[in-house]
């Protein structure tokens, strides 16, 4: 298995998080089926919808971009996943 399979099917929450092209990063707080919740640097909760977005997540191993209509589901349904596709 690969790193960045490990990286999808790992926790994100706590983790920074960017949102290319919309220009919000922060650490994300809660995540839903269609959402991340990121707490800024200006300690303001933006809610960033999955569907459509491009998104650069931050691990110890490097930057991972991820496209957010890959992880359109539940994360509990997410981190049960043996092979991504």
């Given at each position: 298995m690969n790193?960045?399979?490990?990286?999808?099917?790992?926790?994100?929450i706590g983790r920074q998080i960017s949102?290319?092209?919309k220009g919000i990063e922060g650490k994300i707080i809660d995540?839903?089926?269609?959402?991340f919740l990121v707490?800024?640097?200006?300690?303001?909760?933006k809610?960033?919808?999955?569907?459509?977005?491009?998104?650069e997540l931050k691990s110890q191993s490097g930057n991972v971009t991820i496209e957010g209509n890959s992880i359109l589901?539940?994360?509990?349904?997410?981190?049960k996943i043996?092979?991504?596709k």
């Open positions: 790193k960045n399979t490990d990286i999808l099917r790992g926790e994100f949102a290319i092209g995540e839903t089926k269609n959402s707490k800024t640097k200006n300690n303001l909760k809610r960033l919808l999955k569907q459509n977005l491009t998104f589901m539940k994360p509990e349904d997410r981190i043996k092979q991504w």
